[in-house]
């Protein structure tokens, strides 16, 4: 997309809404954090734990004083539950009924998300978590001696998983990373609403999130990896029935392969200002998920690499993008080692360079900062840097690190 005043607003726009730039768009703490996961419409889980995983890290970008304690919080006071968004996710409590439908499809067997067919396995587990309340996977394992049977961890994992999608049993919190199960009726709040939408709903209420949590967008974006083409249609009907009644408008940039919309308020009020802030930003963060759009919007072409063989990774097994004003400056492959405290740069890539040759002073201490908050976050003290590209910005960088003193978190 060519750089125009009119492209740049977009990308404020964007960035806007998603929360990234301001210092604290929902507020601090744990309500700031269920502000954050209810505009956002969900927050991804991940694994991967290279660096602190994604659904905290996506948090800790938006909201100042965030804990992971906050998440747990939020959970047990039945204010988010886990299910399934495009991926494994928290996901607001007021939004529960619209996973309805994923659960009844999983229930009947249309989903191709399958984890056990073994229903004789499947009601002896529910009724054990029936009889002694939260339970995990290894409560299933088979004694040490034992020759496994019906309780050896895999078919009973696969079958609380199950049990799990088909909304039988919910995610009371986790142990670690490991899942606590139990029963959905004792996990839902007594006032969440359990009806189960119709199609025009779920359409509505996709448009609905994607255009608060993102400004603007596509067809495609809203339907993102889900593959029914009833509700693709639904969407697309809703879509058009809002441009009709002038509630959007629909508009085209150069490089989107799809038609935009928006609210016709937001594309007609002055877009917000971009401040000299840096953020280092989770490959998982709903700002640059869906990489067609990131790569038409902001010219940022990004992949993670963890999932390709060494060989053909350009950047590095884990790089994380590096956000500076309205632009994605780069990306950083970064390390946690824990165990003595220090945050490892492995390689840094400032791709935009414009900043750098054209505001050093304000571009060197706001990438510090965000670099520091980030070693901070990840319970790391120190921060060390290897490779930078392009050559000449080494220096510079490593000097602003040694420079910087960081304030305290608030």
Known sequence: ?????????????????????????????????????????????????????????????????????????????????????HAAAYLPMRDYRFALPKMRAMARGEDRWIRSRDRQLMRRVLERVRADGPLQARDFEAPAGAS???????????ALEQLFMEGELMV????????????????LPGDVDTREPALDEIASHLIERTLSSHGFTSLGEIVYLRRSPALREAVRAGLDEAVRAGALTA??????????????DVLARRAAQAPARARVLSPFDNAVIQRRRVRTLFDFDYQLECYLPDGKRRFGYFCLPLQFRDHFLGRA?????????????????????????????????????????????????????????????????????AQHIPEEET
């Not at 009371?172 to 996990?187: C, N, S």
């Not at 945050?343 to 360079?353: A, T």
């Open 1 to 85: 997309m060519p750089d125009t005043p009119a492209t740049a607003k977009l990308r404020r726009i964007a960035l806007q809404h998603q929360g990234l730039l301001s210092a604290a768009p929902f507020g601090r703490g744990l309500n700031g954090t269920l502000r954050a996961i209810e505009h956002l419409g969900y927050v991804q889980i991940d694994t991967i734990s290279v660096v602190t995983r994604a659904h905290y890290h996506v948090l800790h970008s938006r909201v100042p004083g965030y804990r992971g304690a906050h998440l747990d919080a939020l959970q047990a006071r039945g204010r988010i539950f886990e299910y399934w968004w």
């Open 148 to 158: 496994g049977g019906w309780w050896a961890w895999k078919p009973a994992k696969q």
């Open 172 to 187: 009371a919190g986790r142990r670690g990373f490991q899942k606590v199960y139990d029963l959905a009726e004792r996990v």
């Open 251 to 264: 508009f085209s940039v150069p490089g989107a392969t799809e038609r935009l919309y928006a609210r016709p």
């Open 333 to 401: 492959d970064c390390k946690a080692h824990r165990e003595r405290a220090q945050l490892e740069i492995k390689r840094l890539f400032v791709e935009d360079q414009t900043p750098l040759r054209q505001e050093p002073d304000r571009l060197l201490p706001a990438l510090a900062d965000a670099l520091t908050r980030f070693a901070r976050f990840n319970g790391c003290t120190s921060v060390t840097l290897d490779e930078v590209h392009p050559a000449f910005a080494r220096v510079p960088i490593r000097r602003a690190l």
